[in-house]
């Protein structure tokens, strides 16, 4: 994973907002904010944490959740956003060199995290 100040865009295109994007991750937040994969990423997170009850410790199942996005990505970028004093996150993008890997990527996942 790189370790960006600020958001580089797409590597493919050079478009902050493309269709090469899988999912755009808040990490600070624990929640995806948009791609093709938010919504199965932010069910599968709900999932997981309904799951662990009230003494869960969420810091490994969300990097483990993290990790598979960034192993079926070609290229990921990670960057902090500074909207005023307490009001800071990190973020992760994750993109694929194509339309079919991104389709493929998404596929694999789904079927991955389906109960």
Request: aromatic share 12%; charged share 35%; hydrophobic share 30%.
């Amino acid at each position: 994973m790189e370790d960006e100040e600020e958001q580089q865009g797409c590597p493919f295109c050079k478009k902050e907002d493309c269709e090469h994007l899988l999912v755009h991750i808040d990490l600070t937040f624990r929640r995806a904010e948009g791609g093709p994969l938010s919504e199965a990423l932010n069910e599968k997170w709900g999932q997981i944490t309904d799951e662990g009850g009230d003494d869960f410790d969420e810091y490994e199942p969300w990097e483990e959740l993290i990790e598979m996005c960034l192993d079926v990505g070609d290229f990921d970028e990670t960057y902090g956003l500074d909207f005023g004093p307490g009001a800071a996150s990190k973020y992760t993008d994750v993109f694929c060199s194509s339309s079919e890997r991104l389709v493929d990527a998404v596929r694999k996942l789904k079927e991955f995290w389906e109960p």
